[in-house]
């Protein structure tokens, strides 16, 4: 028998596409989401785009107003600890069990985007973006898709704050998250759960300072 293909549903793409535009600022914090108007613009009816915006609301991407209906939500400047300990902490998760479920071609490919990161230090967005699969893959080969998906949503918080507000301090502190990424990749690669988990800890917090500090300064 052949094997059935599965399409996106339009619900999947109209969410896939508004996320996309929320978490890169297209659809600014605390605008209005009218549904006939995103309807339209999709290419839809408002049922996909109802479904789509239930599962923002879910994420944390859209929020719902009474007599008002459904908007971009806010970004807050003080919620740059709760993304990192959130980040911390599963990144802590995934990378413990990787330790012993990554094999060396995972490891590989884990350092090919590394790589490839290297090379991206002047473009802040699609470093960023590699940035993400670098966590995501971890998570897949260390066979964690749970810790995996929550990393997925917590991560797009941290993108709209780093457009929003960090572009500046990130793009300080690049070079030092390079090297930062490159020693956990080698933590992995001694298989010590131990010292996996302090080479984790050690980046988000210093990367956490270094942000809180950098807001502290311009509110």
């Known amino acids: 028998m052949e094997q059935i293909q599965t399409l996106p549903s339009k619900a999947e793409l109209a969410h896939r596409s508004l996320r996309t535009a929320i978490v890169r600022g297209d659809l600014e914090p605390g605008s209005r989401l009218v549904i006939d108007d995103l309807a339209r613009q999709l290419g839809v009816s408002q049922i996909p785009i109802r479904e789509a915006l239930q599962r923002l ?68 967005d699609r470093w960023s973006e590699e940035n993400v699969y670098f966590h ?17 949503k917590v991560l797009d918080h941290w993108e709209r704050l780093r457009r929003t507000y960090l572009t500046e301090v990130l793009a300080r502190r690049i070079g030092i998250a390079h090297e930062e990424h490159s020693r956990i990749l080698e933590s992995l690669r001694t298989r010590e759960p131990d010292r996996v988990e302090q080479m984790i800890r050690e980046h988000s917090r210093s990367a956490c300072a270094a942000y809180a500090e950098h807001l502290g300064e311009h509110r």
Do not use: Y
Request: aromatic fraction near 4%; include cysteine.
């Open 136 to 152: 995501i893959l971890i998570c897949r080969f260390a066979g964690t898709p749970l810790v995996g998906h929550l990393m997925a």
């Open 57 to 124: 609301q879910a994420d944390g991407l859209v929020e719902f107003e009474s007599h008002v209906g459904p908007r971009v939500t806010e970004i807050k400047t003080d919620s740059v600890h709760e993304i990192f300990d959130l980040k911390e902490a599963l990144e802590v998760i995934s990378g413990r069990a990787a330790c012993q479920r990554m094999s060396e071609d995972d490891l590989n490919r884990v350092e090919d985007v590394l790589q490839k990161m290297g090379d991206l230090t002047e473009d802040l």
